[in-house]
């Protein structure tokens, strides 16, 4: 609480001109939802499996349905990865942008930055991810296509408490 009040203070005496740089309380303060931290937290943990080579640990948080099999890939290795943006895609679903270096080792040589959106769905009570979309953008995924495009990918279970948790918040506001 002592925190909130020095940004706030803080953020009353800064200059206008780091105000319209974006350096406000606001951004400071902006959250992202539960789901789409818990998602990408999942998302970290698949990406570095992937990166020690350790399957077994990539599998288990692969959705049962997808067709990933990135153990499979033998000429092109991930490297590193760098969160870009990440959004709900409805209750159940998360779509996150990275951008991903990859060695390639026919080439030998190393790609950096290549865009790539994660898909991930809550399954089984817990997120596991889905699907990934080389080349493509966050941009041009729309909400539509991934409920379209994967239905039945997220569980009854996670389906009711996300309206559960819509209900609540709307009695709120």
Do not use: C
């Amino acid at each position: 609480m002592v925190a909130v009040a020095v940004l706030i203070l803080a953020a009353a005496l800064e200059p206008t001109a780091e105000r319209q740089r974006g350096d406000s309380v606001q951004v400071l303060l902006r959250e992202e939802s539960p789901d789409v931290f818990l998602a990408k937290a999942t998302l970290q943990q698949y990406l570095s499996r992937i990166v020690r080579r350790d399957w077994d640990g990539v599998k288990r948080l692969t959705h049962p349905k997808a067709r990933l099999a990135p153990w499979s890939q033998r000429n092109d290795e991930l490297k590193t990865f760098e969160f870009k943006e990440a959004r709900s895609a409805g209750p159940g679903a998360v779509v996150i942008e990275l951008a991903e270096d990859i060695y390639h080792r026919d080439a030998q040589e190393m790609s950096t930055g290549d865009p790539a959106v994660y898909f991930l769905f809550k399954s089984r009570g817990a997120w596991l991810v889905g699907d990934r979309k080389p080349g493509a953008r966050l941009s041009t995924v729309s909400n539509d296509s991934v409920r379209s495009g994967y239905p039945g990918w997220v569980d009854h279970q996670a389906l009711a408490q996300a309206r559960r948790s819509d209900r609540l918040s709307a009695k709120h506001r």
